[in-house]
């Protein structure tokens, strides 16, 4: 088992990244961080089995927890 989920950005304005089995399988999951890529607040009571990629504006990202991805995603802005 990893930590890692599947999110999707809401939309390129918004800092809200949503599980992307929100719809499909209805899970509440979401992440939000802030303008400077700090978490802000983070719900990963997932009601499913846990991916092992996210997804930001098409890219498909290979990670192992959302902490080191969100310092990651920072870095390279
Ligand atoms: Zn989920």
């Known amino acids: 088992m990893y930590n890692g989920f599947t999110y999707s ?3 390129k304005t918004e800092n809200n990244f949503y ?3 929100r719809r499909l399988g209805k899970c509440r999951a ?6 400077e890529g700090r978490l802000e607040s ?3 009571f997932h009601n499913h089995d846990p991916p092992n990629y996210v997804t930001i504006g098409g890219k498909l ?3 192992t927890n959302i902490t080191s991805f969100l ?3 920072a870095s390279t802005c």
């Open 19 to 21: 599980c992307t089995r």
């Open 30 to 35: 979401k992440v939000k961080v802030t303008t």
């Open 42 to 44: 983070v719900n990963q």
């Open 61 to 63: 990202v290979k990670i």
């Open 9 to 11: 950005q809401n939309s």
């Open 71 to 73: 310092l990651t995603e």
